[in-house]
Structure formats: structure tokens, C-alpha cells
């Protein structure tokens, strides 16, 4: 593992948990909120950036991991870090299985795309509708603090276990990407024909990269359930959260170890930004932050089309000059 | 059940699927053509059905009137975004057009929200309750107007694609762009202008659908998952396909609204979507593999 590539992600979840101290209760909703969709986009990342198979759908993982969590411990007193392990487990049974059915179908490109957006919204459909679900009217946590119930009277505490999270799956990231695994996924990436050909299984290494990627999405679904405390179908299943994590990933460099984190943090920040700059003017107005979103993913394909993270060493590399 | 209920469900069914294949119309043409799913067609139909009925609004233009002037200014909206947007900002990349079209849609939906807010909207009147007797059966006369004008259009693009100069370069750019660049014929005016096309069908949908249904920012969701199952079932670029499926979807959900209720008729269409990407991702008339 190349220690260059994962300090800078490291110190910066270091400052980043380290605010808590200093910053005020916006930053931190801010910084929460920013990290949940970091944590969701690190595992679109294993599967788009590295693997190579675009996902219209993540939320299909996200939702699953968080009504896991949700439903075990209201409708069966389950302690939520056992649904925590659970709705992992189930994220990456779902992406197995929605791996199963398309990548033996042949299905890639836009048809890959358009599957997996059909899948989340037919598991968007079957939980508004189900009844342990709570169907429309969604599902609340009950209120009880405390670590053994992954619930936490502060902030700051939240945060500090979503940057652990974060930084746990940033190791993973790395270290996959300097293994045989790695390789395996870039070369299935690049060319599959060239990868059979050297012997890779391509199947099993994209069900591999699926079943990861759903898990480590319906991971930051748990932590959303417990974070927020309620969940509805068009929150755990809905568009915006297989959007986001996509630009994240897109605008932070896809296939790198640190573009998810640091383009779930621009992403945010500028829609904050936005939302902020237009409210002062115009006073709230809807959807203002998704049209900056929107605009931030056309010009990050048309200008950086490597992402951030390659913008950012392109002009380290010119200033050391 | 009455056998009247049935033949008008089944009525019913082929008029609405009328409107679900023009709008696959345009999908199926920009597929064929540019090998991409374009995934700001239902924004763009949501602009077009916006357009439409600020038409009537302020100047009291009838959608059908409405249907020859929005059409050539779409054609002309989506030639300058395919050229001028799409098309330069993916560097000529599958992956990429699929990503810079998805920001679209999310660019335009939610600009519309914020311009119009969430409220829906309607023409007004009673236009939408029109019938016209035939036979046993009551049919909505703005929607039979609407599978005529869909029919229509869906013969005069298959004419323009067959017979014009401009077809054949299309047809040509298809096929094989690099054999058509060295004929001399341009692909980005090629594939602007069959995103333009793309777009004409979305302006004269909007029209046909606006006297009996409702406006909203993202009306076009409603109904871009059904245009890209009819082009799934149809085969991703064929015409017949686009037109054929739309009418098999009207049916369906007709049908099945009637039998099983509502609710579960949209969980239908995702299902025959999924079914038929996994089992037969070339549709019935694709010819691909």
C-alpha cells in the first residue's frame, strides 16, 4: 500500500474530527450528512470506478442496509450494532443477486445502468407498500442513547464513528487497489475480452466487486437509520441517493482511493453553498442545490474528466515546478 | 366482467399506448443513432409539456395548433444541446454521454421546481372529458385525436428515415460512422439532428398528452420508466418496435389496472422491464446482440 495515496485522506478525517471541538451545530449536520454519502459513494466507487460498471441504483444497497437496521430493532428488539452487521450482510446479498441476474445476462453500459435504477425502484415500490416496512408513513427509531444502542446524545461522537467508517474503507480501498483483486477490476474495467483472456474470471470478480460495493453502501444506510432516526421509502430507496453518490465519485476522480470522500465533500459544500448564496437573495427556494449537482456532474465530465483528485495533482505538480 | 368494460379497457390501452410510443419514439431514434440511452428525455418532455401549456396560458394557443411551431423549436433546443452541450462535453465516451445526459435531467427537472414549484397544473376546461361514442364504448375524443396524430408522426419519421437524403445519411451514421465520415457526411450535425428529431417527438407527445393530463416538473418521470421499457421490449433503435411496444404497455397496464388495481400496475412495467432486460436484452425487433 502506497502510504502517499491514503495519508492525505487520513489527515483530513483526522481535521475533520477534530472540528467538533471548534466547529458550530450547522457544520457538523453539514459534515454528517457529507460523510454518510463519502461512506455510500466509497462503495459505488469499488464497483463503478474500479470495476467499471456503472450503477443508476445504489440506492437499492443503501436502502436495504437501512431498513435493516430499522425494522430488526423496532419489530424484533435486535441490538442495532447486530443490525448494523446485518443490513451490511443483506447489502451485499442484494448486490449478489442483482449482480447474478444482469452480469450473467451480459448486461453493461447503459443497460447495466438502467437495471440497477429499476431494481432500487421496484424495492422502492415494494417498501412503501409492504406493511413491516410502516409502508408511506415510514419508520421511527425509538430514541435511546447510549454506544450499545449505535446511538449518540452528541454529534461529535457520531461523527467520530463515521470518520473511523470512512477511513476503514479507505484502508480497503487502497489496499485492494495494490492486490491481485485490484488488478483484476481495472483489467475487467479496461478491456473484458483482454481480461478472459489472461485468465480472470470476469464474472466472478464483478460479483465480487458488487457484493462489496452494496455492502459497504448499505453500511452508510445503517449509519444514516441511526443517525436521523427515521426512514421512508423515498429516503431509503430513493433517487437521490444513487445521484449523489455518483456525482461524488464522478466529481472526486472514480477508481481513486480518495476521490469519493474529498467529491462528497465538494459536492455538499458547494449545494450548500448555493442553497445559502440564492436564499439570501430569492428566500428558499426548491431544488436549487440538485441544478448545482446536476451542473457540477456535466462540467466534471466535460473539464475533469479524471475527476478532482487528478485536478488537484496536476496543479501540485505545476506549483512544485 | 362485461365484455364492454373489456373492449373499452382494451380502447383505452392502444390510445394511451399511443402517447407511451411516441415518446419511446424519440428514445428508440436517439439509441439507434448515438448507441446511448438518453436519460433527459422525461425532463425534456417535462420542458415540452411546461412549453405547451405556457402556450395556451398566455396566449390562449390550443395544444393542437401549438403541435407544428413547438415541434421545429424542439427540433432546433435539442440540435443545439446535442452539438453544442452533449456532445463536446463527452469527448465522444458512451459512459460519459450516459453521465452528462443524467446531469441533464437532474439540471432541468429541478430548475422547472424551482421555477414553477411542485404545484400541478392543468389546461382547464372540459376539454379532457370529451367523448365520442362508438359502438357500446365511450372514447375520449382529445385521446383518439392523439393515437391519430401518433400514428401520423410515427409514419412521417419512418418516411424521413427512408426516403430523404437526410435519413439515409442518418441511417448511414448508424451503421457505420466511421464508412459515413469518410463519404463526407458530418456525424456530429448527423447526431445532432437526430437528437433534434428526438426532441420534435417529444414536442408533439406533450401536445397530444397535455389536454388530458396534468403538468408538474417531473410529469416526464411518469413516463420516461415506461418509454424506456417499450424500448427495451421493442429493441433498443427500431421504430416499429417503439411504436408496436408502446401499444403492448397501454394494453398491459390497462388490462392490468382493470384486473389487479392500480397500484400494482406500475410495479408491472418495472417487472416486464427487469424480465426482459435479463432475458432478452435485443427486444422483439432488435436485431443486435
Redesign the interface.
Known amino acids: 500500500m502506497n502510504p502517499r495515496e491514503v495519508l492525505p485522506g487520513l489527515v483530513l478525517l483526522a481535521v475533520i474530527a477534530v472540528l467538533p471541538l471548534v466547529a458550530s451545530n450547522v457544520v457538523l449536520n453539514f459534515l454528517l450528512s457529507s460523510l454518510i454519502v463519502a461512506l455510500a459513494a466509497q462503495g459505488w466507487n469499488l464497483l463503478g470506478g474500479y470495476a467499471g460498471q456503472?450503477s443508476?441504483g445504489h440506492a437499492a444497497f443503501f436502502g436495504t442496509g437501512a431498513y435493516a437496521t430499522a425494522v430488526l430493532q423496532i419489530r424484533y428488539g435486535v441490538n442495532a450494532w447486530v443490525g448494523l452487521a446485518v443490513g451490511i450482510a443483506l447489502g451485499a446479498a442484494v448486490g449478489w443477486v442483482i449482480g447474478a441476474?444482469?452480469f450473467r445476462?451480459?448486461?453493461r453500459?447503459?443497460?447495466f445502468?438502467?437495471?440497477t435504477?429499476?431494481?432500487a425502484?421496484?424495492l422502492r415500490?415494494?417498501a412503501n407498500?409492504a406493511d413491516f416496512t410502516g409502508g408511506a408513513s415510514g419508520l421511527l427509531i425509538r430514541l435511546s442513547p447510549g454506544v450499545e444502542n449505535l446511538q449518540f446524545a452528541s454529534r461529535a461522537a457520531f461523527l467520530w464513528l463515521l470518520a473511523s467508517a470512512v477511513a476503514a474503507v479507505l484502508l480497503l480501498t487502497a489496499w485492494i487497489a495494490h492486490h491481485r483483486f485490484g488488478a483484476h477490476l481495472v483489467a475487467v474495467r479496461e478491456n473484458e475480452d483482454a481480461a478472459r483472456a489472461l485468465g480472470v474470471d470476469v464474472l466472478r470478480t464483478k460479483l465480487r466487486a458488487i457484493a462489496l460495493s452494496g455492502g459497504v453502501t448499505a453500511a452508510a444506510g445503517c449509519l444514516y437509520a441511526q443517525n436521523f432516526l427515521y426512514l421512508d421509502a423515498n429516503i431509503a430507496y430513493g433517487t437521490w441517493i444513487s445521484?449523489e453518490v455518483?456525482?461524488a465519485c464522478?466529481l472526486g476522480g472514480t477508481g481513486t482511493v480518495l476521490g469519493p470522500v474529498v467529491g462528497a465533500l465538494a459536492l455538499h459544500g458547494v449545494g450548500e453553498l448555493a442553497k445559502l448564496a440564492l436564499g439570501r437573495v430569492a428566500g428558499p427556494?426548491?431544488?436549487?442545490d440538485?441544478?448545482v449537482?446536476?451542473?457540477?456532474?456535466?462540467l466534471a465530465?466535460?473539464f475533469l474528466?479524471r475527476g478532482m483528485m487528478a485536478g488537484l495533482q496536476r496543479l501540485t505538480r505545476g506549483l512544485a515546478r | 366482467m362485461p365484455l364492454e368494460l373489456i373492449a373499452e379497457a382494451v380502447a383505452n390501452g392502444l390510445l394511451a399506448g399511443a402517447a407511451y410510443a411516441l415518446v419511446a419514439l424519440g428514445l428508440t431514434l436517439v439509441?439507434g443513432v448515438l448507441h446511448?440511452?438518453n436519460f433527459a428525455h422525461g425532463a425534456l418532455l417535462s420542458v415540452a409539456m411546461f412549453a405547451a401549456w405556457g402556450l395556451h396560458a398566455a396566449f390562449g394557443l390550443d395544444p393542437y395548433t401549438a403541435i407544428l411551431p413547438l415541434a421545429v423549436a424542439f427540433f432546433g433546443f435539442g440540435y443545439a444541446l446535442q452539438r453544442w452541450?452533449i456532445g463536446?462535453?463527452?469527448?465522444g465516451d458512451?459512459?460519459?454521454t450516459?453521465?452528462?445526459t443524467?446531469?441533464?435531467?437532474?439540471?432541468?427537472?429541478?430548475?422547472l421546481?424551482?421555477l414553477f414549484?411542485?404545484d400541478t397544473r392543468t389546461l382547464g376546461g372540459d376539454a379532457g372529458f370529451d367523448v365520442v361514442e362508438i359502438g357500446p364504448m365511450l372514447l375520449s375524443r382529445p385521446r383518439l385525436i392523439g393515437f391519430g396524430v401518433a400514428l401520423v408522426t410515427a409514419a412521417l419519421l419512418w418516411a424521413l428515415l427512408a426516403l430523404t437524403d437526410t435519413g439515409r445519411a442518418i441511417r448511414a451514421v448508424a451503421k457505420e460512422k466511421l464508412g459515413a465520415q469518410l463519404c463526407g457526411i458530418d456525424p456530429r450535425h448527423v447526431y445532432a439532428v437526430t437528437f433534434g428529431l428526438g426532441c420534435a417527438c417529444l414536442a408533439v407527445a406533450a401536445c397530444l398528452l397535455l389536454p388530458t393530463f396534468y403538468v408538474n416538473?417531473r410529469v416526464g418521470n411518469a413516463f420516461v420508466?415506461v418509454a424506456?421499457t417499450i424500448v427495451?421490449l421493442g429493441g433498443m433503435g427500431s421504430i416499429p418496435g417503439a411504436l408496436v411496444g408502446g401499444l403492448f404497455v397501454g394494453l398491459v397496464e390497462s388490462l392490468g389496472g382493470l384486473l389487479l388495481g392500480e397500484?400494482l400496475g406500475?410495479?408491472g412495467i418495472?417487472?416486464i422491464?427487469?424480465l426482459v432486460?435479463?432475458?432478452r436484452?435485443t427486444g422483439l425487433f432488435g436485431a443486435r446482440a
Not at chain 2, 463536446?88 to 469527448?91: D, L, R
Open positions: 456503472l443508476f441476474l444482469s445476462a451480459r448486461l453500459g447503459s443497460y445502468a438502467l437495471v435504477l429499476a431494481f425502484e421496484v415500490i415494494l407498500a445521484i455518483l456525482i464522478v427556494v426548491p431544488g436549487v440538485l441544478v449537482f446536476g451542473a457540477l456532474l456535466i465530465v466535460a474528466p | 439509441y446511448i440511452v452541450v463536446p462535453a463527452s469527448h458512451d459512459g460519459n450516459l453521465l452528462v443524467l446531469g441533464l435531467s437532474i439540471v432541468i427537472e429541478n430548475a421546481l424551482a414549484r411542485s416538473p420508466l424506456f427495451v397500484s406500475q410495479l418495472f417487472l422491464f427487469i432486460l435479463l432475458l436484452p
